[in-house]
């Protein structure tokens, strides 16, 4: 699979002039597995405007496709999120709007720069995060076509196996 997912957002998070990280201005955070609102809720206290989380989420299904390999589907997310005020239940509708703008927009240009990419994709909302950030995860897949034999340096030989008891022993 020619894809990063963290390379890639942290390009949107710096190129997208809502968020416009930068190393002083930190707008953008890495994030990974099912816990990921726990992995920045901390980090998103002392800061204000749009943010981008990428979330590796871990989690792939795969498909066989007859003798010569299978496709493995590899599932990202790419979280927009700003910060609202609580009593202005308006700035949470805005702010929703907002990042689903931007996210049909990332979503654009994965589609361009991966033509390959499947184009099965989510938009969902997201919130409240920290204080009060709310927004929306765009959802996809990137697939890798890989042969199911495996890695034999990952297993123990039976002769390395009896040399190993051997020592041992």
Known sequence: MDYNHFEFCEEMARTLRAVAHTDKRQRFFKASGGEWYADVEDRLSSISGTVLIAVDSGEMDTQGFGAEGVEDEWK???????????????????????????????????????????????????????????????EFTMVAYDNYAPDETLFIEEEDDDAAEQTAG
């Not at 805005?94 to 689903?100: H, I, L, N, W, Y």
């Not at 996210?103 to 990419?117: G, Q």
């Open 76 to 138: 990202f997310f790419v979280v927009l999120a700003q910060a609202t005020d609580n009593d202005h239940p308006d700035t949470v509708h805005a702010a929703m709007k907002a990042c689903r703008t931007l996210a049909v927009a990332v979503r654009n240009v994965l589609f361009r720069r991966y033509p390959k990419m499947p184009r099965t994709t989510s938009i969902f909302p997201v919130g409240p995060m920290a204080d009060n950030f709310y927004g929306v995860a765009l």
